[in-house]
């Protein structure tokens, strides 16, 4: 089906050494392109680091790694999964395709795209540079104080850790005002806020939290280094301290992390299933009001990651957390409304699509359960709660950027991945994933704690456990048939015209991959789905709705 | 190459400017994370608040009200740069940048002053934490304002500014302002309500 549209450029440039290119370029599109590439290696770093904490706790004793080394790992792997894979690998690729989407030549401002961009290789290793200097930090992603004060945690990867974190902080802030600067100012004519792709609603409302949320935590990790470093004594009880405070800055940005991370992929999705549902999304306006409710309430929830500490208010946090499931229940039924009667196209994207909505059910129910305080007094810090962050950020989040890496890699490179190959990787990773993860349910409910790195070998657990590391490593192993797919997609894929899945949204007007600023010409904007009307001039508008 | 000019939307507020104004938004919130760790600490803390015991009471004489009012004013005479500017005065706009320039340096110096006769550090307690951190992270921010201000005197002195061309000169007399507005709050919470 590969297809041109009438509106292709022709390519154009001029040549210089490919290495200078990349290391100087202010192109979107590359950008784009190094933020993807630069979270994958942080990704493969941090998959490779669960394998070190699930092959400790595939049976009970201790075996492979010591104590210290196994915080370490779960510490590193959540924070450079989180910081340095889910949230950037999504700036990549909104990086790429958002000015496409709304028509523009580019970024706002590209050249400080180009300085947030670098700044996150930087704070990544100065993060991992701890390793080098006696000790990576091991006090939990969620670094709570006094955990992570000098007294439990001493040594220099800490406060490498804290820099690190700063420098990718400060990095997304200003990729932040970015993204907002351009998708304010940089649409083309008629492309009105209503008229702008599902995606870039999501990157919006994602890089508004990222604006707002970020900053706190960046004055968090400050009173943490000036505690650490200078004698302060912001989180010390013993001189007037508060260790609860950490817990209420980390959680007013962590909880709207939670969405900065998940709402690019329902984004994805959105794109995803009108495409190959041949249909148009169902209810696009309730979903834009959703998207921005759920980004509204996500900053009045904070608490509900802090209950057991009992100095918060467990009605108000309760209710307020039970009240997002219902935009993101609205989510949920425009899909399956969109997927009603489509003629369905199971592509490798496609399949990847379906599956971030099904884990991410999963993942919204045990996350509602644990919202009901007097569940969470039982389950917290269980692996119920493990369970329940991999639904959301594995099953969903990451689902979804590997949804959008099959759905965009032919605009990327002008060549389709082999779906054969995708089929499989998808099927692995879904068996994989499910298997590491469900029996973490109950391995919680259970009483398992997380981040232990032992067990009693009559606690009734290793059974689980055992299933969980070996899911663990199916999920490793679906990375081969990606990984192969893409190498030899590179060298001499199959090559497909600018549209191969007859999409809606300009992005597929120009050419595959798209040329310095993007468009030559810009078909009319009169719906939210400007290339489909393209493709069907003469047939009736089937989305008036858009068409006021 | 061939194509079109790059789309741009005419009109309304220029790309700078809402960059900048977002950017400040930003700040909005990292200051407000500090003020929150004030008022927590003030909150949860169970002795008299304030300097350590042993160290002088604040007082907002000699230093801290005098260079209160030498910030508002700076920001009277950024205003009046950008005001010149607009009537294509480029002459009174490089007076009044070296103006705001040197008040907020004087701004700095005070503030350094200041610290030398306090008689507590950052390490004495709870309260010489958030003092520090509050005021050390509003100067760090005044100084990054004035390399902002040194920046645009240079561009000024090389006339590169023109009544309807001087979209920087707006975008960091925003950031002033703020810089300005956010010392109000500091100088009220600590000095005044004490
Ligand atoms: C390759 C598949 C993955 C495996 C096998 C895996 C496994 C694990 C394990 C065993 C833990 C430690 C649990 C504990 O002891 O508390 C953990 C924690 C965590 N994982 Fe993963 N994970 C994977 C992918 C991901 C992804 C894709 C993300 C996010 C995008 C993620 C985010 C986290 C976070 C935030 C923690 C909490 C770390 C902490 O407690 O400090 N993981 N994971
Ligand atoms: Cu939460």
Redo the contacts between chains.
């Keep these: 089906m590969a297809t041109t549209t009438t509106l292709a450029p022709g390519t154009t440039g001029y040549e210089r050494s490919w290495v200078l290119d990349w290391l100087t370029t202010v192109d979107h599109k590359k950008i784009g392109v190094l933020y993807i590439v630069n979270a994958f290696a942080f990704f493969f770093f941090a998959g490779l680091l669960a394998l070190v904490v699930r092959t400790e706790l595939a049976v009970p004793g201790l075996q492979f790694v010591d104590q210290s080394t196994f915080n370490q790992a779960f510490t590193m792997h959540g924070t450079l999964m989180i910081f340095l894979f889910i949230v950037p690998v999504f700036s990549g690729f909104a990086n790429y395709v958002v000015p496409l989407m709304l028509g523009a030549p580019d970024m706002a401002f590209p050249r400080i795209n180009a300085l947030s961009f670098w700044m996150l290789p930087l704070g990544g290793l100065l993060i991992v540079s701890g390793y080098l200097v006696g000790g990576a930090a091991a006090g939990g992603w969620t670094g709570y104080a006094p955990l992570t004060g000098v007294q439990f945690s001493p040594g220099d990867g800490t406060d490498l850790w804290i820099m690190g974190l700063a420098v990718v902080g400060t990095a997304s802030i200003l990729g932040s005002v970015n993204f907002l600067t351009t998708i304010f100012k940089m649409r083309a004519p008629g492309m009105t806020l209503y008229r702008m792709p599902i995606f870039v609603w999501t990157v919006m409302v994602t890089q508004a939290l990222i604006l707002l949320a970020t900053p706190v935590i960046t004055a968090a990790l400050i009173a943490l280094f000036i505690d650490r470093n200078y004698g302060g004594s912001f989180f010390d009880p013993s001189v007037g301290g508060d260790p609860i405070l950490w817990q209420h800055l980390f959680w007013f940005f962590g909880h709207p992390e939670v969405y900065i991370v998940i709402l690019p992929a329902l984004g994805v999705v959105s794109e995803i299933l009108p495409v190959f549902s041949r249909k148009p999304l169902f209810g696009y306006r309730a979903f834009v009001w959703a998207t921005i409710a759920i980004g509204l309430l996500s900053f009045s929830v904070w608490a509900h990651h802090m209950f057991t500490t009992g100095v918060v208010f467990l009605p108000f946090f309760t209710f307020m957390t039970a009240l997002i499931a219902i935009p993101t229940g609205v989510k949920m039924f425009n899909w399956l409304a969109t997927l009603w009667r489509g003629s369905l196209v199971f592509t490798t994207a496609m399949l990847f699509a379906l599956g971030v909505i099904s884990m991410f059910l999963i993942g919204g129910i045990s996350g509602v359960m644990l919202a009901a305080a007097p569940v969470d007094f039982h389950l917290q810090d269980t692996y119920f709660v493990v369970a329940h962050l991999h639904y959301v950020f594995f099953g969903g989040a990451a689902m979804g950027v590997f949804a959008s890496a099959y759905y965009w890699f032919p605009k990327m490179t002008g060549r389709r991945l082999n779906e054969t190959l995708g089929k499989i990787h998808f099927g692995m990773l879904l068996v994989g994933f499910n298997a590491a993860f469900f029996v973490q349910h109950s391995l919680g409910i259970q009483g398992m704690p997380r981040r232990i790195a032992d067990y009693a070998a009559d606690a009734g657990w290793t059974e689980m456990n055992l299933i969980s590391t070996a899911g663990a490593f199916l999920i490793a192993f679906s990375m081969v048939p990606f990984v192969v797919n893409v190498v030899t997609t590179l060298l001499n894929g199959e090559k497909v015209g600018d549209d191969p899945w007859e999409g809606n949204t300009l992005e597929w007007a120009t050419t595959s991959p798209p040329p310095t600023y993007n468009f030559d010409r810009l078909p009319p904007i009169r719906s939210e789905r400007p290339v489909f009307d393209l493709r069907h001039k003469h047939e009736p508008n089937l989305h008036p709705e858009a068409n006021p | ?4 000019a ?4 005419q009109g ?2 220029p ?1 700078p400017l ?2 900048m104004l ?2 400040i ?3 909005v ?6 003020f ?2 004030y008022f ?2 003030r909150a ?4 008299a608040w304030g300097p350590p015991p042993g160290a002088p009471e604040l007082e907002i004489l000699p230093v801290p009200l005098p260079i209160t009012l030498i910030l508002l004013t700076s920001s009277i005479t950024m205003h009046w740069a950008v005001r010149a500017i607009g009537r294509g005065d480029s002459g009174r706009l490089r007076l009044w940048l070296v103006v705001t320039l040197g008040l907020g340096l004087v701004f700095l110096a005070g503030q350094i002053y200041d610290y030398t006769t306090l008689g507590f ?3 004495d ?3 010489g ?2 003092f520090y ?1 509050l005021t050390g ?1 509003h100067g760090a921010h005044v100084f990054g304002g004035v390399v902002g201000l040194s920046i645009l005197t240079a561009r000024a002195g090389q006339g590169q500014f023109s009544a309807r061309n001087h979209v920087a000169v707006e975008a960091v007399s925003y950031y002033w302002h703020f810089v300005d507005v956010v010392w109000v709050a500091l100088f009220t919470t600590l000095y005044l309500l004490g």
């Design positions: 190459m061939s194509a079109q790059p789309t741009r939307r309304g507020f790309i809402v960059g977002l950017f938004s930003s700040e919130m990292f200051f407000g994370g500090l929150a760790t927590s600490a949860s803390f169970a002795g550090g950052i390490s307690g709870v309260y934490t958030v951190t992270f």
